[in-house]
Nanobody, 124 residues
């Protein structure tokens, strides 16, 4: 049974930073981050391949968010800087064994495993 545990969400003022963590049980995966803002559909935010060689970002976060991974801890980090109220959402990490580039990384239905979500609230 694969488990994903997210942490690091919270309340921050606009311009501030947060670091989200996604820890997977037992092994390394390709990890994607998605978010769902109130009244909106879930959307892709960022992804990092299992090999750690490639990262992908939603255009609006490209210059503000950074992915990294520590495979010794089976943990992927999403460093979020210069946060704006538009970043307010529940953030979910998702994992899959696939480890290759492609549009699949942006599609939530391609990931087999999901965390419970962590709330990020950015005040203006």
């Amino acid at each position: 049974q694969v488990q994903l545990v997210e942490s690091g969400g919270g309340l921050v003022q606009a311009g501030g930073s947060l670091r989200l963590s996604c820890t997977t049980s037992g092994r390394t995966f390709t990890v994607g981050w998605f978010r769902r803002a109130p009244g909106k559909a879930r959307e892709f935010v960022a992804a990092i391949l299992r090999s750690g060689e490639d990262t992908y970002y939603k255009e609006s976060v490209q210059d503000r968010f950074t992915l990294s991974r520590d495979d010794a801890k089976n943990t992927v980090y999403l460093e979020m800087n210069k946060l704006t109220p538009e970043d307010t959402a529940v953030y979910y990490c998702a994992a899959d064994m696939k480890d290759y580039r492609g549009s699949w990384l942006l599609r939530s239905d391609e990931y087999h495993y999901w965390g419970q979500g962590t709330q990020v609230t950015v005040s203006s």
